[in-house]
């Protein structure tokens, strides 16, 4: 039997390798998985304390966010390749839209 600290390890832990990969990287593609993987984490803390406390409050939570990066998804990859289709590049730095 998995303890509620291993889950909250373990979710800190690849909270914590999103954060990283989004303060410093420069790849747009990167940066979105590493959004991506801090959603997931937060999903594991939710459906571990719903597990520990024995409602289904935290699988619902989970659902609703699940649905809500299903739609970014889309929608971020969408915004990616008309970036790169424009520009050429998926790097944050050379993307400079709003300048002009």
Same mark, same amino acid.
């Given at each position: ?8 390890? !373990?979710?800190?832990l ?13 790849n747009a ?19 571990a ?21 299903? @739609?970014?998804? @889309?929608?971020? !990859? @969408? ?22």
């Open positions: 039997m998995v303890s509620l600290n291993s889950y909250l390890i !373990l979710g800190a690849l909270f914590s390798i999103g954060a990283i990969g989004v303060f410093t990287r420069r593609l990167i940066i979105y998985m590493c959004i991506e993987l801090m959603l997931n984490a937060v999903n594991l803390t939710f459906v304390f719903s597990k520990y406390l024995g409602n289904m409050d935290g699988h619902i939570f989970v659902f609703m966010i699940m649905t809500v990066a299903a @739609a970014e998804a @889309a929608v971020g !990859l @969408a915004i990616i390749i008309a970036l790169f289709r424009n520009k050429e590049t998926v790097n944050v730095d050379a993307i400079n839209l709003m300048k002009g």
